[in-house]
């Protein structure tokens, strides 16, 4: 099966702990990215990553940072977690020319 | 800079009816355009993708769209929804070359019996 993969898929942590993320695609896709969806259902790309050029979102806080061992796998890192870091966080591939981005199902993020 | 309007928060329709959701967008240049659907506690989906030619296109599930330039918008259509189209559609823009997708606010559709 040919997809994207995401692991956990829910994590509950407390305030100013570390979390990690994974992510891996078997697509074949040259570029990676992370959005974050709020409890709204809103949408905000959070990073792109392609051939080791990491495009930020500027809004995006300095305790996130994104971790790629291969063009396969695109990880998340939370330093320290505040409450408003509550969200589903999904991962998503494409290939390097075209825009079509699939998606994976997402991890569920609670900071208690 | 581009940005995605979805005017319609959330839309309730009987099933066998039709549906249409809107999408404007604000681009300097016609974007790549996309309609994704998000089922409960599941990543997006997508359903159709317009990038030129023919302004009506095709997607999975019966679902169309058509393209309008002069109107900045990108409509998503089904003559006849089922209860399992009950979901969040989200309509997108990128400009291609493998950046992100800008996605809109989405429609929450709630097809009842």
């Known amino acids: 099966e040919t997809a994207v993969f995401q692991t956990p898929n829910y994590h509950v942590t407390q305030v100013g702990n570390e979390v990690s993320f994974n992510c891996k695609q078997t697509?074949?896709?040259?570029?990676m990215y992370w959005y974050k969806q709020d409890s709204k259902k809103l949408l905000k790309i959070m990073f792109s990553?392609?051939?080791?050029?990491?495009?930020v979102n500027e809004t995006v806080p300095r305790r996130f940072s994104p971790q790629s061992s291969d063009k396969a796998h695109l990880n998340l890192r939370i330093k320290s977690v505040e409450p408003e870091d509550s969200a589903v966080y999904l991962c998503?591939?494409?290939?390097?020319?075209?825009?079509?981005?699939?998606f994976g199902k997402g991890t569920r993020l609670t900071v208690v | 800079a581009q940005s995605v309007t979805q005017p319609d928060a959330r839309v309730t329709v009987s099933e066998g009816a039709s549906l249409q959701l809107r999408c404007k967008y604000s681009?300097?240049?016609?974007?790549?355009l996309f309609w994704y659907v998000q089922y409960p506690r599941q990543g997006l989906q997508l359903l159709l993708k317009?990038?030129?030619?023919?302004?009506v296109v095709q997607g999975v599930n019966g679902f169309e769209a058509e393209f309008s330039k002069s109107n900045s918008s990108f409509h998503l259509r089904k003559a006849s929804v089922h209860w399992s189209d009950s979901a969040v559609y989200f309509c997108?823009?990128?400009?291609?070359?493998?950046?992100?997708?800008?996605f809109g606010t989405g429609t929450t559709v709630s097809v009842s019996p």
């Open positions: 998503a591939s494409s290939p390097g020319q075209y825009t079509e981005v699939f």
């Open positions: 697509l074949g896709h040259d570029t």
């Open positions: 990553y392609n051939n080791k050029q990491l495009i």
């Open positions: 681009s300097s240049v016609t974007p790549y």
């Open positions: 317009y990038y030129s030619g023919d302004p």
């Open positions: 997108a823009v990128s400009m291609g070359g493998g950046r992100a997708l800008i």
